[in-house]
């Protein structure tokens, strides 16, 4: 309950849509983008690595809810067999990532995808997105004993980039899921502590 003499904490509302894939054949790829792009996975669990693509990528679109996680905690998430981080690089320098959750029952989720901010807007988005659905299909085969992928999904909200949602459906994602709640208000973070004005 609020204090009397304290105003409640501001809160807006957010949609938050859920996509699938059931089959391989439901990947739409999309044409590479122009220039020297690749996409390498990142074979040597990392934290540190890790923690920076997440600041870099979410830090304009208020990721916030890993910033807290100790360096253990970073070090557990990415040991987790099955699980992988697959980078774009543009003439050698990180771009974006896409990083497969595995799951229970031969699902993979898609739990975080996105671009550093200048690299948006480059056609580079769906082509990372494509090679990365397609890397959770054939999860399986990188590791031994785990069950063939049946479903790939990932979640995007309205805080997320103005045309995450679009993306996930042109590479052949289906909506199965959509939620409107009230959640506070958040500063993006920025990269890094203090790199955006108050």
């Not at 439901?26 to 990392?46: C, H, I, N, Q």
């Not at 699980?83 to 974006?96: I, N």
């Not at 898609?110 to 550093?116: R, T, V």
């Not at 479903?151 to 103005?162: E, K, Y």
């Amino acid at each position: 309950m609020n204090s009397p003499d304290r105003p409640a904490a501001p809160t807006t509302d957010v949609t938050t849509w859920s996509l699938e894939q059931t089959s391989p054949a439901d990947l739409e790829p999309a044409k590479a983008p122009d220039g020297d792009v690749t996409v390498v996975r990142a074979e040597v669990p990392s934290p540190e690595f890790s923690r920076f693509l997440y600041t870099a990528v979410g830090g304009d679109v208020r990721w916030t809810d890993r910033l807290g996680l100790t360096y253990a905690q970073w070090q557990e998430i990415v040991d987790r067999p099955g699980a992988e981080t697959w980078v774009a690089y543009v003439d050698g320098t990180p771009a974006g990532y896409i990083e497969l959750d595995p799951q229970d029952d031969g699902v993979v989720e898609i739990m975080y995808f996105g671009l550093l901010p200048a690299f948006r807007g480059r056609r580079i988005g769906g082509h990372l997105l494509g090679v990365g659905v397609a890397r959770a299909w054939d999860l399986a085969e990188r590791w031994p004993g785990r069950q063939a992928t049946r479903r790939v999904w990932v979640h995007t909200c309205s805080l997320d980039g103005p045309h995450a949602l679009a993306n996930y459906e042109r590479r052949g994602f289906r909506l199965f899921d959509t939620k409107v709640a009230p959640e506070p208000e958040v500063a993006a973070p920025g990269p890094w502590p203090g790199a955006f004005p108050v």
